[in-house]
């Protein structure tokens, strides 16, 4: 089952990767106002840590061979009782778990930044 781990944090990992590209490049858009930009980065990454905890709940009823950690894997790895065939959607409940965790820790230093510059931006503001 360690192969099945392996390449489930392969699949999962590169479809957060994408979407943090995806967030990263709205929060340049925002670049011109920081506290901009780290609050949709916040908003963005909570929005994605919701989806995984979506995932998580989720793992265990779906069909194995329709994902894409299945279909990466070899066929003498692959799950062919229904005892494997529970194993594998326990493995992908806790590699979603892994990255949604990931991402709510993410998206609160993103908050956190988005206070901290907002504070800042309103000293700055009333100093002049």
Not at 32 to 61: E, I, P
Request: with cysteine.
């Amino acid at each position: 089952m360690e192969k099945v781990r392996e390449q489930a944090m392969v699949c999962v990992g590169r479809a957060v990767f994408f979407s943090y590209l995806a967030i990263s490049m709205v929060m340049l858009g925002f670049m011109f106002d920081l506290v901009l930009f780290f609050r949709s980065g916040a908003v963005l990454t909570v929005t994605l840590s919701t989806v995984l905890l979506w995932f998580v709940q989720t793992a265990h009823l779906r069909e194995p061979s329709k994902t894409e950690t299945w279909l990466l894997l070899d066929q003498k790895y692959r799950p062919q009782n229904d005892h494997a065939i529970r194993a594998f959607g326990q493995i992908m409940k806790e590699v979603y778990g892994y990255f949604a965790t990931a991402a709510i820790w993410i998206g609160l230093a993103l908050a956190i930044a988005s206070l901290v510059f907002t504070q800042v931006s309103i000293r700055f503001m009333f100093n002049f």
